[in-house]
């Protein structure tokens, strides 16, 4: 099991008893050596806030304490808490070889496991009679006669310990763990930021998967739709049935382009209206190979992915319209779609043919084809006004709407 994740402790590191029976508190290195350790803490503090990558910054870290405490050797002790191990992940000074395969007991019994158990800082200053841990074999085969750890605290649990050995004699005083300490601590801060990172990003790509197959499931789903639409139009001998059928199938399928569309962006909330209803334009040509849609827009426009959906539904139903009704039994002809600024929180969608005109008497507000009915009904959802004009020849259907409704 994972030990519980213990508050570092530098004020009660546990130290090797002096030969006099007390405890060594007068700090025996130059100011200068303080001073260097200094520099190189805010060295380590820069590297972390760079945005290293984790090896990188381990590395760094053993070379940046085997500096400041005068050491030949230093490493990062990952810790394995399935193999209850502590795996030698960083260093300087240890034999080729042994960085990444090498490795200590994560138990009491040995200083490292000792302080990652306890929070504690450990000094041992003569491994050679040392009686409270046994001495690791990597240390032992490496000539190493004093050490000190201090624990890799992370926001759950530990990380490992990083430690310091030297082969040569004097000792490590407590004066010592506040450097060490500090760097473990800049080192302990900068591994969580990229575990968090991580995460952070796995989360990201696993709503991205997420929302792709939802509207990979929704646009199949309507294509079934519409493939059922087909199907009983074609089976019907009712001329008018069939023709209906086969515009409600033309809309479903209209719906499911434009959701697909609009769930390519990266911004679900939001989209630019210019370049998503240029790509739906370019469906409708492809639906309409007799016509040409001309598409002239003015934008950037960006606008709330709900009210984008809507304006696209307008937009395909009004130039559906007009490839129908302006051009008849097989006509090629054009229709010009506009999308431009009316003022700061309008936007002006204009879709005109060349065609005879509407009949006399047309009445939008009265009119009883399904086409108009839809028309009207995106309009109120929209908060929109409709003008129609009539030119010669053509007829131009002019819709103004907000940006952004009252209610919002």
């Known amino acids: 099991m994972a030990p519980e994740p213990p508050k570092p402790d530098p004020e009660h590191p546990v130290v090797e008893p002096s030969p006099e029976g007390g405890r060594q ?16 803490l805010a060295e380590l503090g820069v590297t972390a806030l760079q945005r290293t990558s984790l090896d990188e910054l381990l590395n760094r870290t053993v070379h940046i ?59 041992s200053n003569h491994l050679e009679h040392e009686e409270r841990f046994r001495t690791p074999d990597l240390l032992k085969a490496h000539g190493v006669r004093r050490a000190i750890n201090v624990i890799l605290q ?24 506040a450097f060490l300490q500090g760097a473990a601590n800049i080192l302990g801060m900068a591994i969580e930021r990229q575990r968090y990172e991580r995460s952070l990003r796995q989360a990201v790509e696993h709503q991205k998967a997420l929302l792709h197959e939802i509207s990979h499931r929704v646009k199949n789903s309507l294509q079934l739709v519409a493939s059922m639409f087909g199907l009983q139009a074609a089976a019907t001998q009712n001329v008018e ?11 479903v399928t209209a719906i499911a382009r434009i959701h697909e569309r609009l769930y390519r962006t990266t911004d679900i909330r939001n989209v630019d209206l210019v370049p998503y209803l240029a790509d739906v334009c370019l469906d409708l040509a492809e639906l309409a190979p007799r016509c040409e849609i001309k598409y002239e827009p003015g934008g950037p426009i960006p606008i709330a992915t709900d009210r984008a959906v809507r304006v696209a539904l307008l ?13 008849p039994a097989g006509q090629q002809g054009r229709v010009l779609v506009r999308l431009t600024h009316a003022d700061q929180n309008t936007v002006r969608l204009s879709v005109g043919d060349e065609g005879p005109g509407l009949p006399t008497g047309f009445d939008s507000e009265r009119d009883g084809s399904i086409g108009i009915k839809i028309i009207r009904a995106l309009i ?15 007829t131009e259907f002019v819709i103004d709407f907000p940006l952004r409704p009252d209610e919002e």
């Not at 508190?25 to 190189?40: G, K, M």
């Not at 490992?160 to 004066?175: A, I, P, Q």
């Not at 109120?380 to 053509?394: D, F, V, Y």
Request: with cysteine; net charge negative; proline share 6%.
């Open 315 to 327: 937009m395909t139903e009004l130039v559906t319209n007009a490839v129908k009704h302006a051009y």
């Open 25 to 40: 508190l007068v700090d025996p290195a130059p100011a200068n050596l303080r001073i260097r350790q200094q520099e190189l």
């Open 154 to 177: 992370g926001d759950g649990a530990p990380f490992g310990v990083l430690e310091v050995d030297s082969r040569s004699e004097g000792e490590f005083s407590e004066h010592d763990i």
């Open 65 to 123: 304490a085997a500096d400041g405490l005068k050491a030949e050797l230093c490493k990062v002790l990952e810790y394995i808490p399935e193999e209850n191990r502590l795996l030698l992940r960083a260093g300087v000074g240890w034999d080729p070889g042994l960085i990444g395969t090498a490795s200590v007991g994560a138990d009491l019994a040995s200083p490292s496991g000792f302080a990652l158990r306890t929070g504690k800082p450990v000094i």
């Open 380 to 394: 109120t959802q929209t908060g929109a006004s409709l003008s129609i004009h009539q030119h010669q020849p053509g």
């Open 241 to 251: 049935l069939a023709q209906s059928l086969q515009d409600a199938m033309g809309r």
